[in-house]
């Protein structure tokens, strides 16, 4: 079964409402998960967020660490991509402006959850700037250099954008699910 974080992104509701017709999946608010039951779940989803909190941080990194050692499927939606970064060592930015609307992302690595050019929907404030060592972009944007991340050797990814809100970014959820 599929977790998906909700980390009080305003656009979760599109993520569960697509959801609900694609795969069994539970919902659960980030200060209400217990880590003994992390082991219950095949792979997990971190949504977006409206404002920091450092207890939503560690928790989203603990999950990371978790999907990572037991080497399940995550994937990180704008927030959930930036904690991704954080947690291994990369770096976050402010951005120059706000991103908020349609973007063309080019994809410039082969992956299973898209290839060529997608029409997605930004809304951030920050930006990821800089990959760690075990992270790899996988597309870009003419606003942003790491649209899409992926740990290497791993089905873990994280998205800049938020991909519940076009028909493009829910094809990359359907592949994500796939895989």
């Known amino acids: ?59 989203n990194s603990k999950i990371i660490k978790h999907a990572i050692l037991e080497r399940k499927p995550l994937l990180g939606i704008c927030y959930g991509a930036e904690i991704l970064t954080l947690t291994l060592g990369g770096t976050i930015k402010k951005s120059i402006l706000p991103q908020k609307g349609h973007q063309i992302v080019t994809i410039s690595k ?43 050797g791993s089905n873990i990814f994280g998205t800049q954008f938020h991909p519940e809100m076009t028909s493009d970014g829910k094809d990359i959820i359907k592949n994500f699910i796939k895989n």
């Open 1 to 59: 079964m599929l977790l998906v974080i909700d980390n009080d992104s305003v656009y979760t509701k599109h993520l569960i409402d697509f959801l609900m017709k694609k795969v069994q999946f539970e919902v659960i608010q980030e200060h209400k998960v217990k880590f003994s039951n992390l082991i219950n779940y095949e792979s997990f989803i971190l949504s977006g967020r409206r404002k920091n909190n450092q207890l939503m941080n560690s928790l």
């Open 110 to 152: 082969k992956n299973p959850l898209c290839e060529g050019k997608i029409d997605v929907f930004e809304s951030h404030h920050y930006e990821i700037s800089r990959l760690g060592e075990s992270l790899e972009r996988i597309a870009y944007s003419d606003t942003c250099l790491n649209e899409i991340i992926k740990v290497k």
